[in-house]
């Protein structure tokens, strides 16, 4: 077959099944090939997917949320947290890159499981999901407020200000399109990721004495107060020490740790509007271990050594303002003059790029559930620019929780929600592994070599889904535990702890039960429907590619962006 003939063949698959493939109704809602204007749009370059990537979990729960972790159990136990919770997210990401690599799909972890595994997962998971991205918004714009009051006290100007401004600035980048969203983030994510590897170089010249107090702190904060606090809670006047009192401690402060990589998985659902998934997808993932090893592990280990758990400045300690950054805190305490404004006002960005993501990802969890047919049809209209400018307003109108700050410590609703959204992301983190559990058995019963067919493959498989899902469910269970220790028993933690629980299980059984859906076999599973669509876009897209490059080497290879980004940045991002 020639060039001309493959072009044929590929613009003849594309026209033949793109609209089905972007709306992903073939086999659950034949009903909505009647809509028109609901198409997303393949704007979102690798580069772009893969600095979304990496920037995407940089930002609230690392940079605001550590801080409360940290005092409660002391340096050590935040450095294991973290690590336990990350070698769970390395897994998670790996299976959902060899998932989204083989086939991406438009409605996301729905249709995932509605493909591998039961429909009745695609419902409780997508609806657990968009639980989440109804209400991390309004989280993020809360540590916006927080963030703001390190300059401007609650008391002299109400935090609801700071929330009006944040949101307006979010609603207008998440209507004006998906590649401006794209670049919007590309950028943000680049600061992100200079200002966190600037702030571990400092903290670590901080540890050694470098600041100008020449105080060689070193690991002085491991020995006193202690690497592992004992466990205590002063609203119910509880102490539990020794060993024991030090295990509770290290397992309070694991929901901390799951909320801080919260949104990692986010760049799954960007994966749909991805022109190359082949090639961007891959390179998004890999960068995950990297990620984790150097911003969340680094960034632990020298924060615990700048700062200690008794510093009164930290979040929810006992006469703190809330408003601090634990990173701002070790500036600040070094006597920097001047810097701890600059990183403050650079970690209000971070909070706004992931308000920002996190109302793109509602938008779009939404979108997916309509095409899916679970939720309303007109969730799933877009604009001419594929926006879903439905599932917007939606994330929209959550927004107004973040207004709860207005009569209540910001401190405590931020703690509310980050209970809520940690156990929403645990479940989904389990609906991926079970996905990739499923998808690993449908390939080894149709005789498909994960080694040879696959564009990309997860490691330490199968037995590294199988050990992330285990620790996965463990920690749903004992996530908030400590509300049954002492008196008296706080309801709104418990509540907001494990609320989600019940509610993913009544969908699950409710929608399995009302439509007789049955789990699906290995030798069942649909591994073809789209895979040629999917393989004639990232030929035509790469066919696009081969085409500039060879313009750009007529040219003489101009020193423009495109050269800049290839040459010094794209390796990497």
């Known amino acids: 077959m020639n060039d001309q003939e493959k072009n044929i063949d590929s613009q003849s698959i594309l026209s033949r099944h793109t609209e089905d493939y972007n709306l992903s109704i073939a086999r659950s809602n034949p009903s909505n090939h009647n809509l028109t204007g609901t198409e997303l749009k393949k704007g979102l370059h690798a580069r772009h997917v893969s600095m979304i990537a990496l920037g995407g979990a940089l930002g609230t729960g690392l940079l605001i949320g550590t801080g409360s972790a940290l005092r409660t159990a002391g340096p050590g136990a935040i450095l294991l947290s973290y690590s336990l919770i990350g070698f769970v997210v390395f897994m998670v990401m790996t299976a959902l890159g060899?998932?989204?690599?083989?086939?991406?799909?438009?409605?996301?972890?729905?249709?995932?499981?509605?493909?591998?595994?039961?429909?009745?997962?695609?419902?409780?998971?997508?609806?657990?999901?968009?639980?989440?991205?109804?209400?991390?918004?309004?989280?993020?714009?809360?540590?916006?407020?927080?963030t703001v009051q390190y300059w401007?006290?609650?008391?002299?100007?109400?935090?609801?200000?700071?929330?009006?401004?944040?949101?307006?600035?979010?609603?207008?980048?998440?209507?004006?399109?998906?590649?401006?969203?794209?670049?919007?983030?590309?950028?943000?994510?680049?600061?992100?990721?200079?200002?966190?590897?600037?702030?571990?170089?400092?903290?670590?010249?901080?540890?050694?004495?470098?600041?100008?107090?020449?105080?060689?702190?070193?690991?002085?904060?491991?020995?006193?107060p202690g690497a592992f606090l004992i466990y205590r809670d002063a609203s119910k006047d509880l102490v539990i020490g020794g060993s024991l009192g030090r295990f509770v401690s290290f397992v309070s402060v694991l929901v901390n740790a799951v909320f801080a990589y919260l949104g990692t998985e986010l760049c799954g659902i960007t994966f749909a509007e991805c022109s190359r998934p082949r090639k961007a997808i891959p390179k998004a993932i890999r960068l995950t271990f990297y990620r984790i090893v150097v911003f969340y592990i680094l960034s632990i280990l020298f924060l615990g050594m700048c700062v200690s758990p008794s510093d009164p400045l930290l979040l929810g300690a006992s006469g703190s303002t809330a408003s601090a950054s634990p990173f701002v805190?070790?500036?600040?305490?070094?006597?920097?003059?001047?810097?701890?404004?600059?990183?403050?006002?650079?970690?209000?960005?971070?909070?706004?790029s992931a308000a920002n993501s996190d109302m793109y990802i509602c938008s779009r969890t939404i979108y997916g559930l309509a095409i899916a047919g679970?939720?309303?049809?007109?969730?799933?209209?877009?604009?001419?620019?594929?926006?879903?400018?439905?599932?917007?307003?939606?994330?929209?109108?959550?927004?107004?929780?973040?207004?709860?700050?207005?009569?209540?410590?910001?401190?405590?609703?931020?703690?509310?929600?980050?209970?809520?959204?940690?156990?929403?992301?645990?479940?989904?983190?389990?609906?991926?592994?079970?996905?990739?559990?499923?998808?690993?058995?449908?390939?080894?019963?149709?005789?498909?070599?994960?080694?040879?067919?696959?564009a990309y493959k997860s490691p330490l498989q199968p037995y590294g889904s199988y050990i992330a899902l285990i620790i996965c469910?463990?920690?749903?269970?004992?996530k908030n535990f400590t509300?049954?220790?002492?008196?008296?028993?706080?309801?709104?933690?418990?509540?907001?702890?494990?609320?989600?629980?019940?509610?993913?299980?009544?969908?699950?059984?409710?929608?399995?039960?009302?439509?007789?859906?049955?789990?699906?076999?290995?030798?069942?599973?649909?591994?073809?429907?789209?895979?040629?669509?999917?393989?004639?876009?990232?030929?035509?897209?790469?066919?696009?590619?081969?085409?500039?490059?060879a313009l750009r080497a007529a040219q003489g290879n101009p020193k423009n962006f495109a050269w800049f980004y290839d040459k010094i940045l794209g390796w990497i991002f």
């Not at 997962?121 to 989280?139: D, Q, R, T």
């Not at 010249?205 to 020449?214: E, K, R, T, V």
């Open 98 to 146: 060899e998932i989204a690599t083989f086939i991406p799909l438009a409605d996301g972890f729905t249709g995932y499981c509605n493909r591998y595994v039961d429909p009745a997962l695609g419902f409780a998971c997508g609806y657990v999901y968009l639980f989440k991205y109804l209400i991390i918004p309004a989280n993020q714009l809360v540590a916006g407020s927080l």
């Open 152 to 224: 401007v006290s609650a008391e002299r100007l109400n935090p609801g200000v700071w929330i009006t401004i944040f949101l307006v600035v979010i609603v207008v980048i998440n209507v004006a399109g998906v590649r401006f969203f794209g670049e919007i983030e590309f950028w943000l994510s680049l600061l992100k990721v200079f200002t966190c590897l600037g702030l571990i170089l400092l903290l670590w010249i901080i540890a050694l004495g470098g600041g100008p107090s020449g105080d060689r702190i070193g690991f002085r904060y491991w020995h006193k």
């Open 374 to 454: 679970y939720a309303p049809k007109f969730f799933s209209k877009t604009n001419r620019m594929g926006v879903p400018y439905y599932g917007v307003t939606l994330s929209f109108a959550f927004c107004l929780l973040a207004y709860m700050t207005v009569s209540d410590d910001a401190s405590e609703v931020f703690g509310y929600f980050v209970n809520v959204v940690s156990l929403c992301g645990l479940l989904a983190w389990c609906s991926i592994l079970i996905i990739h559990i499923r998808f690993m058995a449908a390939c080894k019963a149709q005789g498909i070599d994960r080694k040879k067919d696959l």
């Open 483 to 549: 509300v049954f220790l002492g008196k008296p028993f706080t309801y709104k933690t418990f509540i907001t702890g494990y609320i989600v629980l019940p509610v993913f299980f009544l969908m699950y059984g409710g929608f399995k039960l009302f439509y007789r859906t049955h789990h699906i076999h290995a030798a069942e599973t649909d591994m073809a429907t789209y895979k040629d669509v999917v393989d004639a876009e990232e030929a035509e897209f790469a066919a696009a590619e081969e085409e500039e490059k």
């Open 473 to 478: 469910a463990v920690v749903v269970l004992i």
């Open 329 to 352: 805190i070790a500036i600040k305490n070094a006597k920097i003059g001047g810097l701890d404004h600059v990183i403050n006002a650079c970690i209000m960005l971070f909070v706004l």
